[in-house]
């Protein structure tokens, strides 16, 4: 998908890449489709779950950070962004693709909540009167730095700049002191 887009993505080459035939998938999903479809509900269950993994961490505030930086470094470079970025069209157009993005919309901001709320718990975050808008400002952040970075031409890696965009969103109400690398950009 991220090598050649939601358009120009073939079974064969999905197959290839997963030890099947275009055969194999055709019978198992019916068409390209229902397979895209499929994995936009694969991701829409295993990303959230993901995030919400950072709750148990010391610093939860900082393990959510690292895990959407990590998620933005699976991006290799711009043309692969883009590609990522016509399948968020598909999910934005295609009504059956809509309904997967807006579950996993709310499951991703769920699932921040449940962090920013663990690193309140543990005194890692300061509670403040927006607390209840902060999980989607960090979601909304998270996508605005991928797009931005996309944007620049990525001469950053793209981990090191959503982290940093990320710290500078979180970094005014973070209570424990951040190591100097870890500085949001002044």
């Not at 030890?19 to 991701?43: E, I, N, P, W």
């Not at 043309?79 to 309904?99: G, I």
Request: glycine share 10%; aromatic share 4%; proline share 4%.
């Amino acid at each position: 998908m991220a090598t050649a887009g939601p358009a120009n993505v073939t079974l064969a080459q999905i197959g290839g890449r997963v030890g099947l035939t275009a055969a194999a998938l055709m019978r198992r999903f019916g068409s390209k489709d229902r397979l895209l479809l499929a994995l936009a509900r694969h991701d829409a269950e295993a990303l959230p779950a993901r995030l919400a993994g950072a709750e148990s961490a010391e610093q939860p505030v900082h393990a959510l950070i690292e895990a959407l930086a990590a998620m933005a470094g699976a991006v290799r470079s711009t043309t692969e962004f883009a590609n990522h970025l016509a399948f968020l069209l598909l999910d934005m157009s295609d009504p059956r693709f809509q309904q997967v993005s807006r579950e996993y919309t709310v499951a991703v901001e769920a699932a921040i909540g449940v962090v920013l709320r663990a690193g309140r718990a543990a005194g890692e975050l300061r509670a403040g009167a927006d607390d209840e808008g902060l999980p989607r400002a960090v979601h909304a952040a998270y996508n605005g730095a991928l797009v931005t970075w996309g944007m620049a031409g990525g001469d950053e890696e793209p981990a090191a700049y959503v982290q940093k965009q990320l710290l500078f969103v979180l970094g005014s109400r973070l209570s424990r002191s951040v190591d100097r690398a870890d500085q949001p950009p002044g």
